[in-house]
C-alpha cells in the first residue's frame, strides 16, 4: 500500500514535521521504498519535487526536510508500485492544468482493468492507473464545465460522482488539490487530525521527535493534516469512513 500525506491550512505553513515522520515510511520505518514526491502550492505556482528513490534515502527528500516552504496546501505520495515500472514518469504526485490552475493529485490503491480511451487534452506520460484515472477525472470536469471553475458545492457534487465510477474498479483513496481547495477521498484507509488553538505538543510516530505548537502558532491559525496512516501518537486523528469525500479549506472540512 502507498502512503499518502496531505495539508490543508488557512495561513502558510510548513510541512517539515509531518514530513519528518512521513519521509522515513519510505523505505525506513516501512517498506514503501518505489518512489516519493510531493508538492506544494504558492498562489497560483506549485512546486513539484519527485524521485523514484525511496524517500528515505533521498537526497531530494532531505532538502525537502531542511527547506521550510510555506504553503496552504500540501500533497506527498510514497510509492509501493503495483502498476508500472519505478521510474520517475510513475512518480507521484502528478501535476496538469484545468481553468487556468494547476491541478495536484495522488492515489493510494490500485484500480484492476481501467483503460478508459481518452479523447481530450489529457493523457498519461507514464503507465500507472493512478495517472489514468487523474486524466480521466481532468477530461470529465472540463467537458462537464469547459470555460470556468463551478463553485465549491457544484464541484464537490461532479468529483463525487467521477469518484463512485472510478471506486467501481478497486481501491481509490487519493488526495486531489487545486491550491484552493483539499479533496480527500477514503476507500479503506485514510484519516485527519486538526489542529487549532489551543494548541499543544505533538509527537511522531515514526521518529521520537516532538513539537511544540503553541510556541510556533498563532491562536487564529488552523492546520489539516490528512495521512494514510496517523503520523503522531498523543493527537486524537478522525478515521474517515469507507467512500467518504471531504473538502478541506482554510484548514477543516466544509459541509456540503
Avoid at 524521485?51 to 527528500?61: F, H, Q, Y
Avoid at 496546501?73 to 487556468?100: C, D, Y
Avoid at 496517523?230 to 471531504?246: C, H, Q, R, V
Wanted: charged share 20%; net charge neutral; aromatic share 10%.
Amino acid at each position: 500500500m502507498c502512503q499518502l500525506l496531505g495539508m490543508n491550512c488557512n495561513v502558510p505553513t510548513d510541512i517539515c514535521f509531518s514530513f519528518e515522520g512521513f519521509h522515513a515510511r519510505g523505505g525506513g520505518t516501512d517498506h514503501h521504498g518505489d518512489g516519493w514526491g510531493i508538492a506544494f502550492f504558492e498562489g497560483l505556482g506549485c512546486r513539484l519535487f519527485l524521485d523514484p528513490k525511496p524517500a528515505a534515502k533521498s537526497p531530494v527528500a532531505d532538502l525537502v526536510r531542511k527547506y521550510p516552504i510555506h504553503s496552504l496546501n500540501v500533497i506527498a505520495h510514497i510509492r509501493k508500485a503495483t502498476q508500472g515500472e519505478i521510474s520517475l514518469q510513475n512518480t507521484h504526485p502528478f501535476m496538469r492544468e484545468l481553468w487556468g490552475r494547476y491541478w495536484i493529485f495522488a492515489h493510494n490503491g490500485t484500480l484492476k482493468d481501467f483503460h478508459r480511451q481518452l479523447k481530450g487534452n489529457y493523457h498519461p506520460v507514464g503507465t500507472t492507473d493512478s495517472e489514468q484515472a487523474f486524466c480521466f477525472l481532468l477530461e470529465t470536469l472540463r467537458r462537464t464545465s469547459p470555460n470556468k471553475q463551478p463553485r465549491a458545492k457544484s464541484l464537490y457534487a461532479t468529483i463525487k460522482e467521477i469518484t463512485n465510477e472510478l471506486a467501481e474498479y478497486g481501491v481509490f483513496n487519493f488526495l486531489l488539490s487545486n491550491g484552493e481547495y483539499l479533496f480527500a477521498h477514503c476507500a479503506d484507509q485514510l484519516s485527519y487530525v486538526l489542529r487549532h488553538a489551543p494548541f499543544g505538543r505533538a509527537h511522531l510516530k515514526d521518529q521520537d521527535i516532538t513539537v511544540d505548537f503553541s510556541r510556533l502558532t498563532k491562536p487564529n491559525d488552523k492546520v489539516a493534516i490528512i495521512a494514510t496512516l496517523p503520523l503522531t501518537d498523543n493527537e486524537s486523528w478522525t478515521e474517515m469512513a469507507p467512500g467518504e469525500l471531504l473538502l478541506f479549506k482554510d484548514g477543516e472540512p466544509l459541509s456540503l
